[in-house]
């Protein structure tokens, strides 16, 4: 082994004295972090703020509306959509569940976050443990003072060395605690984002239902309209009226006519945004999706609501603005952690020689172990700003979770009053339809006998198509208000549990595969696709 070689291995050896002299010396500081000795210990010896429980939020006691279809039980909806009856509403939701790829790319960030969990965990082990293998041929100088004996020489050393920090502050245990905390509020997110498409997918549906009820009253009209000019052409060619009337009957023919093409539009866009959240190309839906009715439940069926405080538990969005406040809490300890010494213990175990045949003889064993402390002292105020950052970082999370609290319990209310008040719309407008086509059956009658002229016809003919056209939209009010309550009430992601057993009526065959015939390599068959609703555990949410 040349001089400079020996020169440069040599390892720096730490007094144990003075190495325990500095670890006391890192316990006095404890008080100066406002983190006691006894502090330390009951925290399981870990610096920084323990986190317990969430941040209290104030919630009324009852919701404002109060109605006998609002039932104060706790509201149990793992499958809220089987109330509407429908089998093809039931057999969207299910084809949206194993095909959206928004919600795919929601389970590959929970199987991120998963791996990201686990490289953070091996922190507790060595950091360092590698194998090694050297070969150099080495020169050196003649010019230098005091020169070595071997100017050329060969030098061959293989061996392991390994670095491990310990975690006396629980930097890396709360690191660890963090990760899994950003796992559940992955978890969180994920059933956020099922829980959105399943009331896009119904929301969706009923709009095509609703613009497909539309278009049905405008064509009866428009048939009944054809009828009124027919008669009306008839009467002014036999002179017994004037032209005005055949005027007036196209003008409300055309009318009526006129709107047809803006409800196609709106059946097609719904159709169409069905098609992107199944995850299937866009195309014509309408023989898979037939005719049907607006999405209603039973007059006597009720809506169990539950109360405030339960939307803390069932609502994904605050289950996740909770679990990111513990990740957070956890940061503010890692950050005071820094304030601290880390102490490692390094250690080597080496073969060296000059001459490869010799190097595996215990002649050329060497090795080196000993303790290690880094410790930041003139860091200008970075490791106590940090601490700052990460705790000002908590106060903006927990402003975040009252809020999110507070949205979800407007969001609540909201629904409910547009759920019951659009039934009390649903309910006039069909009062006042069915008085609409009574009086214009009488003056039909009458128009018929020539008893009056075509005027009050041609009104109550526009009046009806007004009338039909606002009841369908009331209609479709209701179940999108219905729709947008079992959301708002944190229902419907529970399908994703193990065990999930629907309780909805039969469904009839699933609608075809994509057409689509293109393969990704990149990505794992469908049974053994990790991000697929199948393999995501309720393990990490509240239940």
């Known amino acids: 082994m040349s001089p400079r070689k020996a020169i440069q291995s040599k390892p720096v050896r730490i007094k144990g004295g003075y190495a325990l002299r500095l670890i006391l010396l890192g316990l006095l500081q404890l008080p100066a972090s406002g983190c006691g000795l006894s502090h330390w210990i009951h925290n399981g010896f870990k610096v920084g703020p323990e986190y317990c429980c969430p ?33 093809i509403l039931n057999d969207l939701i299910q084809t949206a569940y194993q095909q959206n790829l928004s919600l795919r790319e929601a389970g590959w960030r929970v199987m991120q976050a998963r791996a990201q969990h686990a490289i953070v ?87 095509y239902r609703t613009f497909q009820h539309r278009l049905e009253y405008a064509q009866s009209n428009v048939y009944i309209q054809e009828e009124s000019l027919k008669l009306t052409q008839e009467k002014a060619d036999a002179g017994k009226t004037g032209y005005t009337s055949v005027h007036l009957a196209k003008s409300n023919l055309e009318s009526t006519r006129a709107i047809i093409p ?29 005719t049907g009715n607006i999405p209603a439940i039973p007059p006597e069926v009720g809506v169990a609501v539950g109360i405030p405080a339960e939307l803390l538990r069932r609502r994904p969005d605050i289950r996740a603005a909770e679990r990111a406040i513990a990740a957070q809490s956890e940061q503010i300890g890692i950050a005071v952690a820094e304030l601290y010494p880390h102490f490692s213990i390094n250690g080597q175990i080496a073969l060296e020689s000059e001459e490869f045949s010799q190097l595996f003889t215990s002649a050329s064993t060497s090795g080196a172990i000993g303790p290690s402390i880094r410790w930041n002292l003139l860091n200008y ?18 402003a975040s979770y009252r809020n999110t609290v507070l949205t979800a319990n407007q969001e609540v209310e909201d629904a409910m009053v547009a759920f019951l008040r659009n039934q009390d719309r649903v309910r006039f407008l069909e009062a006042a339809e069915k008085e609409t086509e009574e009086a214009l059956r009488l003056l039909r009658i009458a128009f018929d ?45 529970e399908i994703r549990c193990p065990g999930f057993q629907p309780q909805s009526l039969a469904s009839p065959q699933p609608l075809p595969a994509p057409r689509d015939e293109t393969r990704y390599p990149d990505l794992p068959e469908q049974e053994e696709s990790l991000p697929l609703p199948a393999v995501l555990t309720h393990e990490q949410a509240d239940d």
């Open 55 to 87: 941040p209290q939020v104030a919630v009324e006691e009852t919701w404002i509306e109060g109605d006998p279809q609002l039932i104060p039980c706790p509201p149990d909806y793992p499958d809220w959509w089987a109330a509407f009856d429908d089998p």
């Open 262 to 290: 803006a409800l196609e539009i709106g059946r097609r866009q719904a159709a169409n945004r069905l098609c992107t959240l199944l995850g299937i190309p866009t195309r014509d839906l309408k023989a898979e999706l037939g």
């Open 121 to 207: 965990s091996a922190n507790l082990f060595p950091k360092t443990q590698q194998g090694f293998a050297d070969f150099e041929r080495i020169q050196e100088s003649k010019s230098v003072a005091l020169p070595a004996p071997l100017r050329a020489f060969d030098e061959w050393s293989t061996g392991f060395s390994l670095s491990w920090e310990l975690d006396v502050w629980g930097r890396f245990r709360r690191s660890i605690a963090s990760a899994d905390a950003q796992v559940e509020v992955s978890v969180a997110d994920y059933d956020a984002i099922l829980l959105s498409l399943i009331a896009e997918v119904a929301t969706a549906y009923n709009d």
């Open 381 to 398: 105020g970075r490791v106590i700003n940090n601490v700052r950052l990460q705790g000002f970082g908590l106060e903006e999370l927990v």
């Open 449 to 493: 006998d020539d008893a009056v002229d075509f005027t009050g016809v041609f009104i109550l003919q526009g009046d009806l198509v007004s009338k039909q056209d606002q009841l369908a939209q009331a209609r479709g009010d209701v179940a999108a208000s219905l729709i947008n309550l079992y959301k708002a009430l944190g229902g419907g992601w």
